[in-house]
């Protein structure tokens, strides 16, 4: 539920209201809107049977949420959320541009992708340590020494870190080293990891599942969410379907789903939907358009020795040329880069 405060109610209203929902026990989210503040009530609202809120000095109306992710939705941040990751944040008028390989696989691999990506305009190193790979027998990625040279590399450019973690033993070895954790499509339903990125308080990208529907995904955000971390991007990736042209099918629609859903950011990884470099640009270019906050690429100083999705990596060179036309669509939709 939502309790929406009258135009012009002041703090001590605010204060007065969310006193009374703690004291029975209820969480408390206010949102301060620039028409109207809103407070969201986090528990189960039985607990204020015999108590009308509306009532109360300030209070507008109180509207009940049907959704089975409530912090995640849009109704009890309005204006949306923004996602601050150091100095760089995700949701706002600026696309945040994440790039680099697949896997970490050397110091001069992830050194010169770093590079690369950086002159060409982009703010996070985004480069996979553990590898949760579909074979067993494929490389793995080089795990704890994996997060240490996406450190050193992104110190070396000014650099955020993105890289993937796998289970809640890594958390604290990873917080020494990342910047923002990401949740893959394997594990976007892994509950117990999702509560503990949450208590963690370091910023997610939380990728779909392969074959997660909206609803999963945003329930997913809310786990994380409800331990108190709302520093939550969601990462549309594509989904599998019956085509087999591409590796999996971009959903494009979902980012104007989520952007009248939920409150929270919403980026595109246009290069585990592709599987192809080829596509990557004109998906990239969709996404940009139809409002996505960001993009999420891979890049590689040389693709064809890739260990991991060689067929998907850019180069340096072609991300550089990537960026600058995603620019233009960015500045027809007023965006910025």
Same mark, same amino acid.
């Given at each position: 539920?939502?309790?929406?405060?009258?135009?012009?109610?002041?703090?001590?209203?605010?204060?007065?209201?969310?006193?009374?929902?703690?004291?029975?026990?209820?969480?408390?989210?206010?949102?301060?809107?620039?028409?109207?503040?809103?407070?969201?009530?986090?528990?189960?609202?039985?607990?204020?049977?015999?108590?009308?809120?509306?009532?109360?000095?300030?209070?507008?109306?109180?509207?009940?949420?049907?959704?089975?992710?409530?912090?995640?939705?849009?109704?009890?941040?309005?204006?949306?959320?923004?996602?601050?990751?150091?100095?760089?944040?995700?949701?706002?008028?600026?696309?945040?541009?994440?790039?680099?390989?697949?896997?970490?696989?050397?110091?001069?691999? @992830?050194?010169?992708?770093?590079?690369?990506?950086?002159?060409?305009?982009?703010?996070?190193?985004?480069?996979?340590?553990?590898?949760?790979?579909?074979?067993?027998?494929?490389?793995?990625?080089?795990?704890?020494?994996?997060?240490?040279?996406?450190?050193?590399?992104?110190?070396?450019?000014?650099?955020?870190?993105?890289?993937?973690?796998?289970?809640?033993?890594?958390?604290?070895?990873?917080?020494?080293?990342?910047?923002?954790?990401?949740?893959?499509?394997?594990?976007?339903?892994?509950?117990?990891?999702?509560?503990?990125?949450?208590?963690?308080?370091?910023?997610?990208?939380? #990728?779909?599942?392969?074959?997660?529907?909206?609803?999963?995904?945003?329930?997913?955000?809310?786990?994380?969410?409800?331990?108190?971390?709302?520093?939550?991007?969601?990462?549309?990736?594509?989904?599998?379907?019956?085509?087999?042209?591409?590796?999996?099918?971009?959903?494009?629609?979902? @980012?104007?789903?989520? #952007?009248?859903?939920?409150?929270?950011?919403?980026?595109?990884?246009?290069?585990?939907?592709?599987?192809?470099?080829?596509?990557?640009?004109?998906?990239?270019?969709?996404?940009?358009?139809?409002?996505?906050?960001?993009?999420?690429?891979?890049?590689?100083?040389?693709?064809?020795?890739?260990?991991?999705?060689?067929?998907?990596?850019?180069?340096?060179?072609?991300?550089?040329?990537?960026?600058?036309?995603?620019?233009?669509?960015?500045?027809?939709?007023?965006?910025?880069?």
């Amino acid at each position: 539920m939502i309790i929406v405060m009258k135009h012009g109610a002041g703090e001590k209203a605010v204060q007065q209201v969310s006193d009374v929902l703690k004291e029975h026990g209820l969480g408390v989210h206010i949102s301060n809107g620039s028409t109207a503040t809103i407070i969201g009530v986090i528990g189960d609202k039985a607990k204020l049977s015999g108590v009308n809120l509306e009532l109360m000095e300030g209070v507008d109306k109180c509207v009940p949420i049907m959704h089975s992710y409530k912090l995640a939705s849009r109704e009890i941040c309005p204006q949306g959320r923004t996602v601050q990751v150091g100095d760089q944040v995700i949701g706002g008028q600026k696309l945040a541009m994440m790039a680099g390989p697949c896997a970490v696989e050397s110091e001069e691999q @992830v050194f010169a992708a770093a590079r690369g990506v950086r002159q060409a305009g982009a703010a996070f190193l985004r480069g996979g340590a553990y590898k949760p790979r579909t074979s067993p027998y494929a490389f793995q990625g080089m795990e704890d020494e994996g997060y240490r040279l996406l450190r050193r590399a992104a110190d070396a450019e000014g650099l955020k870190v993105v890289s993937e973690v796998i289970s809640e033993n890594q958390l604290d070895t990873a917080a020494k080293y990342c910047d923002m954790f990401q949740i893959g499509a394997r594990n976007m339903q892994n509950f117990r990891l999702l509560r503990a990125v949450g208590r963690s308080g370091v910023p997610v990208l939380l #990728k779909r599942g392969i074959a997660s529907t909206v609803e999963e995904w945003l329930d997913a955000a809310e786990y994380i969410m409800s331990e108190g971390n709302y520093n939550v991007v969601l990462c549309e990736r594509g989904i599998r379907t019956f085509e087999t042209s591409t590796r999996n099918t971009l959903d494009i629609s979902a @980012v104007p789903v989520i #952007k009248e859903r939920s409150c929270l950011p919403v980026i595109v990884d246009p290069s585990h939907a592709a599987g192809k470099s080829a596509y990557i640009l004109p998906l990239s270019l969709a996404a940009a358009a139809a409002g996505a906050d960001g993009l999420i690429i891979e890049v590689h100083p040389n693709p064809k020795c890739a260990l991991s999705d060689a067929a998907q990596q850019l180069t340096p060179q072609a991300y550089g040329e990537l960026f600058e036309q995603v620019r233009r669509v960015a500045q027809a939709v007023g965006r910025t880069m």
